[in-house]
């Protein structure tokens, strides 16, 4: 079996592809289910450290992200949209889509947003309905501080609506806190669920300023209102996938009931960074290391392809390459959720340093030995 080490799709465990082949009964009139999907829905919102509610739909992680702005956008509303990766970039596509206004933030795509930089820009300019930021950009893998960002929205009245599909679960998030109005998480990062469910959190302000609209939402799938009143109509837009549901609500508890769920991914891209680090490879970023994915720059000479194949084929393990301006320059290791354990980072290690020697590049240490003597001193102090 390939070992697949991607920053999502993840790894399923066992008790979660079990869940899914359970009995399921009718989830639209059985009121059972309106039960079941409340619960697990505020499990979600518990770990998102919130009094907001949150949203299992039936789609991708895309769904999420183009719900909140579907729901939030009216033809001519302003929207800033922050550029620090290709994933924050996108959200442009998704706000003109539905006739938004777009002002983008740049920022450099090798390191976090600068806090003072965004504040000094919003003190001059700060007329937006909401504003789009990316928690962990999977492609760099850099991870902004939301809550600083979020916090200076929320002091000019800006919503916010945060992408943090790949960073959900692994990062500590703190919403509450953090005054985020929309969040966006997928079942197939961290979470290690299969792929194909959005979770969405979202606050009263949020739902207010929909309520508040002029025009009609002009979508019903990624339209948020329809979900709003779902237990006490007893009633959802359309009959909710339960099976996926069930995996969900399976992956979920799995989060809750390991301690130091968060720690361990910490632990292991610490290791991963200082090890790669030590063996003479180089990251893409300059700062910002997110936990759940690390992005090691292609030695010179070398092509991504070919490590990915090697990899692949004679080690059996699965690393990303990259997509957009950072095609062929960057492979991924995504090392979330059930990717995340010490003896698959060890493969990966392995893999990749065969498929290096045998491409002619020599690394300046044992990278799965060093990485593992490095784990040991972290997860034992
Ligand atoms: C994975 C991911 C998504 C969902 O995108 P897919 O390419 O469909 O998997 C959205 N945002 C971020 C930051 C992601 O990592």
Not at 222 to 245: C, E, Q
Not at 355 to 371: P, R, T, V
Request: charged fraction near 25%; proline fraction near 3%.
């Amino acid at each position: 079996m390939l070992k697949i080490m991607t920053p999502g799709p993840t790894q399923v465990r066992e008790n979660v592809r079990m869940k899914r082949s359970i009995e399921v009964t009718n989830p639209d009139l059985d009121l059972e289910f309106y039960d079941f999907y409340k619960d697990t829905c505020d499990k979600l919102s518990r770990i998102l450290k919130t009094e907001n509610s949150s949203y299992i739909l039936s789609g991708e992680a895309i769904l999420g992200l183009e719900a909140a702005c579907a729901s939030l956008t009216e033809p001519g509303d302003r929207v800033l949209v922050i550029d620090n990766g290709i994933f924050g970039r996108g959200f442009e596509d998704f706000v003109k889509m539905y006739g938004g206004e777009v002002v983008l933030f740049e920022s450099e795509y090798d390191r976090p947003v600068d806090i003072s930089r965004l504040a000094a820009f919003l003190e001059k300019d700060s007329d937006f309905k909401y504003a789009t930021v990316v928690h962990c950009d999977t492609p760099s893998g850099v991870l902004n501080d939301i809550e600083k960002i979020c916090t200076l929205f929320d002091s000019h009245g800006i919503l916010s609506v945060v992408d943090s599909v790949s960073s959900m679960f692994g990062q500590d998030i703190c919403v509450d806190t953090s005054h985020i109005d929309i969040i966006c998480g997928g079942s197939q990062k961290a979470l290690s669920a299969p792929v194909g469910i959005t979770l969405v959190c979202v606050s009263d302000r949020a739902f207010a300023s929909m309520e508040a609209r002029k025009s009609p939402i002009s979508s019903f799938y990624a339209n948020l209102l329809n979900y709003k009143d779902y237990y006490i109509n007893k009633w959802f837009p359309y009959s909710m996938p339960i099976s996926d549901i069930y995996g969900v609500a399976q992956a979920i508890d799995n989060v809750i009931e390991e301690e130091g769920f968060v720690q361990r991914h910490k632990d292991i891209a610490q290791a991963a960074r200082k090890a790669l680090t030590q063996a003479g490879l180089e990251f893409y970023l300059k700062s910002g290391f997110a936990d759940t994915i690390t992005a090691i720059k292609v030695p010179q000479g070398l092509t991504d392809s070919d490590i990915l194949r090697i990899m692949k084929e004679k080690y059996g393990v699965m690393i990303a390459g990259c997509f957009g301006c950072l095609s062929g320059k960057v492979i991924r290791i995504g090392h979330m959720g059930e990717n995340a354990n010490v003896e698959d980072m060890k493969l990966v290690m392995d893999a990749l340093q065969g498929a290096l020697k045998e491409l002619g590049f020599e690394l300046s240490c044992n990278l799965k030995e060093s990485f593992y003597a490095i784990f040991l001193t972290l997860s034992f102090i």
